[in-house]
Structure formats: structure tokens, C-alpha cells
């Protein structure tokens, strides 16, 4: 029996549990290591001089031991899956336009759904097939089969994803200050507020750069916030089920007649005014001329003149077909700078763009559209008019209300064009344009 072998063996398992036990173990240094197999020496020798069979006794000693005293081999570390690890993006070719999910992994199954190109969608399974490799996805609402093919996964998913992905920081306290540099003590360029949503443009240890669009300027606005205070998220675009887009198509081809309705309505309702004009210019006139009867013919007795008829309220028709229009391009893409209502605008290029249809013009940004028009209470609000909002008594924020305590504006790349509350707390300023 090699007694130096044993005190090894011993000392190295004696060592294992003093730093498996201790919280700092792995900071310990090299005396205080040395200091305990020095002593655990001392204790062995004393066992080894007062003991008849010292190693049937050790070993019957280190079996019944307290768990707590016995060496435990040290859990493997795991790493950490990587987030893309079941995420597949859809690579749809610009002749397919979109793929079909189906119930089942042949071509022959009911479609449940559609997946436009570059959506993100969650991998559920995997089924192999005659014709290859189908996976079952999740991706919005829909859930069911889609051919491999259409599909990259792991790492290029992940690069995709990156590239087509948008991040997004919602504001989860009220007064937060935008600085201008990743530190506490820059300067401040804003004032955010809990629940507003902004574009992540980069990331610090511990600090979020965010973009605030542009200014009335056309300068970009952009900066520095602590990231305890806002949630961030990444967002992407997914599968529709057929009934979906089924409710959006009529939704659409409804929100287009209604517009096309108020703007007919409010054709006839210029034209009955222009001829109510013409009318009374023309009783004006005949009422005015010399009568040209003799003095002794007594004049002719003549029918009252039946009341005109009123024109309808023009205003009201404006208003109706502005808001009207408004509305058809909810949905639509919010895109900094943007002029194009259905391809991507901002707040006031939104605003511009549906008066402009009317032939009213107003100027790009939403500091110098508060100055036109009529300024009137919250109160007042008629649909139509417009609403600021601002911070600092800046303005940064443009909205169109369109009756029933609702807005609508572009609110940001994340929702796009889009309807909401009005917050009347939240008004800076509302004009009157028409």
C-alpha cells in the first residue's frame, strides 16, 4: 500500500469539496489551498498511528460519509441555444410571390395559410417526404406544412433575420431622457415618454441608441437612453391565414368605396352649391333690372318663388371625404422622410399627402403645418382637423382626427399607418384646415 498515493487521493478529493463549498473558492490562492492539505497531512498520520487497518477503515469511513463531505463531479456547463436555433426565414422567389402552408406535408392538402417572403416562422417539426424534407411551422396565426426549400435556417436564418429584422424600444417609464452620448452626464436632447415606440439604431453595454425620425429641419434626431427603461423587442414579418387576408382584401376594397362614395358626395355637394350660387346671382339680377311695363298696366300678379333648396353643408363633405381617404391607408408603412402614402411615409407626409389629394397644400413638417389653418380648443375638434404634439414645446407629432375620440397618423416603423385614441391630455396644438 502506497501511503502517499492515498494522502494524494485524499487530499485531492478533501480539496474538491472545500471549493465546491465555497462561494469564493475559485478566487482562493494557492497558500490557503496548501495551508488545508498541510493540515489534512497532520490528520491522516495521527489516523494511520492509531489504526489497525487503516485502509479498510478509510474506505469503509469515505463510503458512509455525508454527501456533503463526498466529492460530487462538477456539472457540465451548457451553452446557451443559440435563438435562431428552430427560427426559419422564408426565401420566396419574386415569381412565386408567396408559398402555401398546407394541413399536411403533401402538396395535395388543404391550404391554411400563405408566407410571403423574408417572414420568420418557428419551426414545430420536421417530416420527411417522397418529394424531400416539408417542416412544420408556426408562424402568426397559422400553423402547418411548408417544403424545406423555401426555407433558410441556423445560421444564414440568423443573418437574414439581422438583415430584414427591426428592433424596437417601447418606453416603459414616463420622462426619460434621450442624451446625446451613451453616459448620464451628456447632454440631453429629449424628453421620451412610458409607452412610445422608437427604432433601436445601435446598442451599448448599458445604453440603447434610439432614432426619433427627423426634425422640422430634415436633420436626423437621434440618442442615448439606459436600457432598464425601455423593452425592447425584434419584429417580423409572418404568415397570414387565408382568412386574413381575406378580411384585409375586403377591408380594403371596403375603406376604398367609402372613400370614393364621400369624394362623389362631396363632387355633388360643390356642384348644388355652385348652382344655388348661380340661382340667387341670377333672382339678384332680376329683381334689380328696371321694369319695362307701361305705367298704366297694372302689373301682372306673379307666384311666390319657391324656396331654394339648401346645399348640403360643403364642409361637412370635405371633411367626410378627407378622413375618408385618410383611412385607406391604414396598414401602410411608416418610412422616415417618406413622401408616398402607400409605399412608406412619415406624420406629416402622411398629412400632406391626403390633403394634396384635395388640392390643398400645406407645408412638409408638422412645426410648420401648426402654423396653418384656424387654431381651435380640443373641444372644437371636427373631423379632419389636425392635432400636434410636442415636447419641450417642440413639436415632433402630427395627426388627422377623425371623429369618435380617434386619430389617424403615422405612427412609426413599427405600426405603420395606423388608428388610435385620441389622448386629449397629450395635445399641444389643433388646427382647422378646412
Same mark, same amino acid.
Given at each position: 500500500?502506497?501511503?502517499?498515493?492515498?494522502?494524494?487521493?485524499?487530499?485531492?478529493?478533501?480539496? %474538491?469539496?472545500?471549493?465546491? +463549498?465555497?462561494?469564493?473558492?475559485?478566487?482562493?490562492?494557492?497558500?490557503?489551498?496548501?495551508?488545508?492539505?498541510? +493540515?489534512?497531512?497532520?490528520?491522516?498520520?495521527n489516523?494511520y498511528?492509531?489504526?489497525?487497518?487503516?485502509?479498510?477503515?478509510?474506505?469503509?469511513?469515505?463510503?458512509?460519509a455525508?454527501?456533503a463531505v463526498?466529492?460530487?463531479?462538477?456539472a457540465?456547463? #451548457?451553452?446557451?441555444? %443559440?435563438?435562431?436555433?428552430?427560427?426559419?426565414?422564408?426565401?420566396?422567389?419574386?415569381?412565386?410571390?408567396?408559398?402555401?402552408?398546407?394541413?399536411?406535408?403533401? =402538396?395535395e392538402?388543404?391550404?391554411?395559410?400563405?408566407?410571403?417572403?423574408?417572414?420568420?416562422?418557428?419551426?414545430?417539426?420536421?417530416?420527411?417526404?417522397?418529394?424531400?424534407?416539408?417542416?412544420?411551422?408556426?408562424?402568426? %396565426?397559422?400553423? +402547418?406544412?411548408?417544403?424545406?426549400?423555401?426555407?433558410?435556417? @441556423?445560421?444564414?436564418?440568423?443573418?437574414?433575420?439581422?438583415?430584414?429584422?427591426?428592433?424596437?424600444?417601447?418606453?416603459?417609464?414616463? +420622462?426619460l431622457?434621450?442624451?446625446?452620448?451613451p453616459?448620464?452626464?451628456?447632454?440631453?436632447?429629449?424628453?421620451?415618454?412610458q409607452?412610445? /415606440?422608437?427604432?433601436?439604431?445601435? !446598442?451599448? #453595454?448599458?445604453?440603447?441608441?434610439?432614432?426619433?425620425?427627423?426634425?422640422?429641419?430634415g436633420?436626423?434626431v437621434?440618442?442615448?437612453v439606459?436600457?432598464?427603461?425601455?423593452?425592447?423587442?425584434?419584429k417580423?414579418?409572418?404568415a397570414?391565414?387565408?382568412?386574413?387576408?381575406?378580411?384585409?382584401?375586403?377591408?380594403?376594397?371596403?375603406?376604398?368605396?367609402e372613400?370614393?362614395?364621400? #369624394?362623389?358626395?362631396? &363632387?355633388?355637394?360643390?356642384?348644388?352649391?355652385s348652382?344655388?350660387?348661380?340661382?340667387?346671382?341670377?333672382?339678384?339680377?332680376?329683381?334689380?333690372a328696371?321694369s319695362?311695363?307701361?305705367?298704366?298696366?297694372?302689373?301682372?300678379?306673379?307666384?311666390?318663388?319657391?324656396?331654394?333648396?339648401?346645399?348640403?353643408?360643403?364642409?361637412?363633405?370635405?371633411?367626410?371625404?378627407?378622413?375618408?381617404?385618410?383611412?385607406?391607408?391604414?396598414?401602410?408603412?411608416?418610412?422616415?422622410?417618406?413622401?408616398s402614402?402607400? @409605399?412608406?411615409?412619415?406624420?406629416?407626409?402622411f398629412?400632406?399627402?391626403?390633403?394634396?389629394?384635395?388640392?390643398?397644400?400645406?407645408?412638409r =413638417? %408638422? &412645426?410648420?403645418?401648426?402654423?396653418?389653418?384656424?387654431?381651435?380648443?380640443?373641444?372644437?375638434?371636427?373631423?379632419?382637423?389636425? /392635432?400636434?404634439?410636442?415636447?419641450?414645446?417642440?413639436?415632433?407629432?402630427?395627426?388627422?382626427?377623425?371623429?369618435?375620440?380617434?386619430?389617424?397618423?403615422?405612427?412609426?416603423?413599427s !405600426?405603420?399607418?395606423?388608428?388610435?385614441?385620441? /389622448?386629449?391630455?397629450?395635445?399641444y &396644438?389643433?388646427?382647422?384646415?378646412?
Amino acid at each position: 500500500m502506497n501511503r502517499n498515493r492515498i494522502l494524494v487521493t485524499v487530499g485531492c478529493v478533501c480539496a %474538491s469539496v472545500l471549493i465546491a +463549498g465555497t462561494p469564493s473558492a475559485k478566487a482562493a490562492n494557492k497558500v490557503e489551498i496548501d495551508s488545508a492539505v498541510a +493540515g489534512l497531512s497532520v490528520a491522516m498520520n495521527n489516523f494511520y498511528a492509531g489504526t489497525e487497518n487503516p485502509e479498510d477503515e478509510l474506505k469503509d469511513y469515505l463510503q458512509s460519509a455525508p454527501a456533503a463531505v463526498q466529492a460530487e463531479p462538477e456539472a457540465p456547463v #451548457e451553452e446557451e441555444a %443559440s435563438p435562431y436555433e428552430n427560427v426559419a426565414v422564408s426565401q420566396v422567389g419574386d415569381d412565386e410571390g408567396y408559398v402555401n402552408i398546407r394541413t399536411d406535408a403533401n =402538396t395535395e392538402a388543404e391550404v391554411v395559410g400563405k408566407i410571403y417572403n423574408n417572414c420568420a416562422a418557428t419551426i414545430v417539426d420536421t417530416v420527411s417526404a417522397e418529394d424531400g424534407d416539408w417542416y412544420k411551422i408556426q408562424s402568426g %396565426s397559422v400553423e +402547418g406544412y411548408i417544403k424545406s426549400d423555401y426555407f433558410v435556417t @441556423g445560421d444564414e436564418a440568423e443573418q437574414v433575420a439581422m438583415e430584414i429584422g427591426k428592433s424596437y424600444a417601447e418606453v416603459s417609464e414616463g +420622462g426619460l431622457r434621450l442624451r446625446e452620448e451613451p453616459t448620464t452626464e451628456s447632454g440631453v436632447i429629449d424628453t421620451l415618454w412610458q409607452g412610445d /415606440i422608437y427604432t433601436v439604431v445601435d !446598442q451599448e #453595454e448599458d445604453f440603447i441608441k434610439l432614432s426619433l425620425g427627423q426634425d422640422d429641419a430634415g436633420n436626423d434626431v437621434a440618442g442615448y437612453v439606459a436600457k432598464e427603461y425601455v423593452n425592447t423587442y425584434v419584429k417580423f414579418d409572418e404568415a397570414v391565414s387565408l382568412e386574413e387576408e381575406q378580411a384585409r382584401l375586403e377591408e380594403e376594397a371596403r375603406l376604398e368605396e367609402e372613400a370614393r362614395e364621400a #369624394e362623389e358626395e362631396l &363632387r355633388r355637394a360643390e356642384e348644388q352649391a355652385s348652382e344655388s350660387r348661380r340661382e340667387e346671382s341670377s333672382e339678384r339680377q332680376e329683381t334689380e333690372a328696371p321694369s319695362r311695363a307701361p305705367e298704366t298696366e297694372a302689373p301682372a300678379a306673379q307666384e311666390p318663388a319657391p324656396e331654394p333648396t339648401p346645399a348640403p353643408e360643403v364642409s361637412d363633405a370635405s371633411r367626410n371625404a378627407v378622413v375618408a381617404y385618410a383611412l385607406q391607408f391604414q396598414g401602410c408603412p411608416y418610412v422616415y422622410g417618406g413622401n408616398s402614402l402607400s @409605399g412608406g411615409t412619415d406624420c406629416s407626409g402622411f398629412v400632406k399627402g391626403v390633403y394634396a389629394h384635395f388640392g390643398i397644400s400645406l407645408p412638409r =413638417t %408638422s &412645426r410648420a403645418q401648426a402654423g396653418v389653418g384656424r387654431a381651435i380648443s380640443v373641444g372644437e375638434l371636427q373631423p379632419g382637423d389636425l /392635432i400636434f404634439y410636442a415636447s419641450g414645446g417642440s413639436i415632433y407629432h402630427v395627426a388627422m382626427y377623425i371623429g369618435g375620440n380617434q386619430i389617424v397618423h403615422a405612427i412609426d416603423e413599427s !405600426q405603420g399607418i395606423g388608428v388610435t385614441p385620441l /389622448i386629449p391630455g397629450k395635445v399641444y &396644438r389643433a388646427v382647422s384646415i378646412l
